[in-house]
């Protein structure tokens, strides 16, 4: 497997931290000589290992900042109300079996409505 290099070109700041030091962080990071793209990942307190994470374009941060805004604004009295997630098991498509995550947010009013997401992390479809 090739060698993933990267520059962190800027830190915007950090989202949370756990208790073994990793921090949940907010860059803007240049990926195997790329052009910098924002970064959300977990990053070890020494900055040498790296959880998964999400990249983003100038253009789709834009766009995920439209979607945060109204997802909160929506979520009005929610905001402080923890989620509920479930496991759900059963046979998709050919019968194979799966499992899935059900998000659940207690609001009547919140748009969109709750998703359900698959093991392999595809959205499957939202709940009525």
Not at 32 to 52: C, F, T, V
Not at 78 to 96: E, K
Not at 98 to 121: D, E, G, N, Q
Request: include cysteine; glycine fraction near 8%; proline fraction near 7%.
């Amino acid at each position: 497997m090739a060698d993933i290099t990267f520059e962190v070109v800027k830190e915007f700041g950090i989202l949370s931290e756990e208790k073994g030091g990793w921090k949940k962080e907010l860059n803007l990071i240049a990926w195997n000589g790329r052009a910098p793209k924002i970064d959300i990942r977990d990053w070890s307190p020494d900055h040498e290992k790296m959880g998964k994470g999400l990249t983003f374009t100038r253009e789709e941060a834009i766009k995920l900042k439209e979607l945060l805004e109204t997802a909160l604004s929506d979520a009005g009295s929610v905001r402080d109300q923890p989620c509920d997630l479930r496991t759900q098991r059963g046979n998709g498509l050919l019968g194979h079996p799966i499992a899935t995550l059900v998000i659940f947010v207690p609001s009547v009013a919140l748009h969109p409505p709750p998703i359900y997401v698959s093991a392999r992390s595809q959205l499957v479809q939202f709940l009525p």
